[in-house]
């Protein structure tokens, strides 16, 4: 009479085995089928590749647009993807422009060096400060952030021998590329240098945000206790997302300050910030291409009424906010989809 194999001996499988291994796949594939590139996602990254080459004539304009565009990415990735409310953004612009600033004027004019010691010094700055915003409420960390920022504008002015304080840092000279590529006064050489900078991120947070830690980040922005019942470590995940978001909003300030050769208080202001949100705003939060079409958006309005109205640009482009925020971004942009539910 044979025995019955008992669980544990060599060849035999743990009860319960097949089903776990067919909900692992199930997991995979399923996010393997979210991670997986759509057509419209290729049409854009098309177009924002093809820009630099149909439209010469507004080099400095694509130039400032792909700037906004990081800096709105950075900020989506904490508020859209994790939760972290932030009205103090510019902090991290601000580092990293000075930072690219002060190193191309005392160290290297190199400007892939320059962009990665402000890169790092930004993200230094935001690991430093992750541990302020991992308790208390949203209007907590409103606080804590534009407490940061204000601090930092007022370290900038306070030590203008550094900073040159209002007056701004005067003579950055910014070297060439490897290959001897050099800034141009159209702005060509700036907007390629910026564009490669934007769609290395996009592609950086695009696989981030479809990975398991991605996904989990959603998880605690959505119940940030049930995400720990199920063992997530969150402060953890927070702190590691509020790093690379400040590591992504200094590599947009210190494209800024290598593009236009100069950096003053203005970065750090409180408008940097209020702007950026905007951008997500309109874009949309959690949606990575939201940033680059609310960046698009942004700068195209602002410039429109600007040109129109120079003295009420604002009024309308308050409007328009409250028009979206009313209305909804879907009906406003695609009104068809809900005039037939009301139609039904």
Known sequence: ????????QPGSAPAGTPALAGETSAVQQALRRDAAW????????????????????HALL?????????????????????????LGHAAFFGTGAYAAALFAKHFHPDPLLGLAAATATAALLGLATSALILRGTDLTR??????????????ANRFDD???GADGLQGVLIGTFPGGVGFDLQGRVAWAYSLIVLIAALLLCRRIVH?????????????????????LNVNARLAAVYTLSAALA???????AQTTGFASLDVLDFHRSADVMLVVVIGGAGWLWGG??????????????????PQYWTFWLGLFLVVLMLVGRERLLRPWTWLKRTSA
């Open 250 to 256: 200094g590599a947009a300030g210190a494209l800024q």
């Open 292 to 309: 680059v079409l609310g960046a698009i958006g942004f700068t195209l309005l602002h410039d429109l009424i600007s040109a129109l109205t």
């Open 162 to 164: 550094i900073t040159g």
């Open 38 to 57: 759509r057509w419209w996602e290729w049409a854009l990254l098309a177009a924002l590749a093809a820009s630099w080459f149909l439209l010469p004539q």
């Open 1 to 8: 009479m044979s025995t019955p194999i008992q669980q544990g």
């Open 62 to 86: 694509g130039n400032a647009i792909a700037i906004l565009a990081l800096f709105a990415l950075s900020l989506d990735l904490i508020l859209g993807y994790a939760g972290i409310v932030s």
């Open 142 to 155: 409103l606080m804590v952030t534009l407490g940061v920022a204000a601090v930092l504008y007022e370290l």
């Open 211 to 231: 990975s398991p830690f991605g996904i989990g980040l959603q998880a605690l922005r959505d119940n940030r206790l049930r995400a720990a019942a199920l063992g």
